[in-house]
């Protein structure tokens, strides 16, 4: 490219998509003081992140269309601006009916984000710079996880969540549980603001959008099922580490270290690419294969000391590849948007259905085990899909 992004254009995708992180998984820390609220079980608990990542699938189609045609600032701007309102707006509902259906409207919102943000980065970057800022950027996202995981407790323990789930008047007086996500936003608010006007992150070309059938190349789709297994299992593993912890009566802050383990897995995973020249198939097949064990041996674990350490290993297994399988599709296809588009739809159909159907098995016969072992099938499956992608050098950046 001829002009050098500044620095503050590099970060935006950064601050916005930790901001959205925080909203994901704030409530996951809490599944106690929301079922109490709420009356209800641990398969509504899996049922609002659900919501959410239903609404991450059905944004994918508008948001691939649109960073075709439009500059992904601007696109960033409004999507971040819509996100910190709709998080404002979470805190005021009453009945967890409203809840529910309010976190899917906000899920659209965090669903544009995440992917016009990714967009943003293949725009910026190309070769193993992308992969590594790819990673970066996936790191930010469970960052702001860890800071939703860290601070939901300790507003409950201020009595700040009294009022959640009680309508408009008594969140007015507590029950502020989403909304710092909103105050995350405001710096990069701030910034795309002042950027609003750039024109490096505009599309390459004035060619039409891609079509479904031109997007979908047969590595965009392996890369597809690799993102299934990476995103299924961090997101359901988010979802309910904090209840596997209390289970196993840890009291430790186990699902603040699984998260920003996450954090540093998918902020290194990149460099991990660059520093010893692996390609990024052969990563992912790697880093899947350790997940897919580390699974299996959760579901047959029962109490165990390994029960401890088995979940942080899991996901730093299924955080390093993140950026790798990124960039892999940008790579894959001419419309990069519409590529991450696809992956990202792809993934979080599986991601929106485990953790509802890892709440009712929980329901159902009281331990984690089978939701486990469908998450070890899921990577058995990655392992397979980035076999092929290596033995196939479908693209000219990625192959080493």
Not at 27 to 40: C, E, F, I, Q, T
Not at 46 to 58: D, E, I, Q, T, W
Request: charged fraction near 5%.
């Amino acid at each position: 490219m001829t002009t050098r992004p500044t620095r503050s254009l590099r970060l935006t995708p950064h601050l916005a998509v930790a901001s959205v992180g925080y909203v994901v998984f704030a409530y996951a820390a809490v599944p106690d003081a929301l079922m109490a609220a709420y009356g209800v079980g641990f398969t509504e608990i899996g049922l609002l992140m659900s919501a959410a990542l239903a609404a991450f699938v059905l944004v994918q189609v508008p948001a691939g269309r649109l960073t075709s045609q439009t500059a992904t600032t601007r696109l960033l701007l409004y999507g971040t601006a819509a996100h910190a309102l709709l998080a404002l707006a979470l805190d005021v509902v009453s009945g967890f009916a409203a809840l529910l259906a309010l976190r899917a409207l906000w899920g659209l919102a965090g669903g544009f984000v995440l992917s016009v943000g990714a967009t943003h980065i293949a725009r910026l970057y190309s070769g193993r710079a992308a992969t590594r800022q790819q990673g970066l950027y996936g790191g930010m996202l469970t960052l702001g996880g860890a800071v939703g995981f860290a601070v939901a407790p300790a507003l409950v323990d201020s009595g700040l969540l009294h009022g959640f789930g009680s309508g408009l008047l008594h969140s007015l007086s507590g029950g502020l549980l989403h909304s710092p996500g909103a105050v995350l936003a405001i710096p990069a608010l701030v910034v795309l603001g002042r950027e609003r006007h750039d024109t490096l992150t505009a599309p390459k070309s004035e060619t039409s959008h891609g079509t479904f059938s031109s997007t979908l190349t047969l590595a965009v789709a392996l890369a597809s099922l690799c993102y299934v297994a990476i995103i299924a299992s961090y997101i359901t593993l988010s979802t309910f580490i904090t209840a596997y912890a209390s289970d196993l009566q840890i009291t430790g802050p186990l699902n603040v270290a699984v998260l920003l383990t996450a954090t540093v897995g998918r902020a290194t995973g990149g460099a991990a690419v660059f520093q010893f020249s692996i390609g990024d198939p052969w990563f992912i097949a790697g880093a899947t294969a350790l997940a897919a064990g580390c699974f299996a041996g959760l579901a047959g674990l029962g109490t165990s000391p390994l029960a401890l350490v088995l979940p942080v290993a899991a996901m730093l297994a299924v955080s390093v590849p993140f950026g790798a399988v990124f960039s892999v599709a940008a790579d894959a296809a001419v419309h990069e948007g519409a590529a991450i588009a696809v992956v990202v739809a792809a993934g979080n159909v599986a991601a929106l259905v485990l953790p509802a159907v890892t709440g009712a098995l929980r329901d159902a016969t009281g331990t984690y085990a089978s939701g486990f072992a469908l998450l070890a099938g899921l990577n058995v499956v990655a392992v397979g899909a980035a076999t092929l992608l290596g033995t196939n050098r479908f693209s000219q950046t990625h192959q080493t």
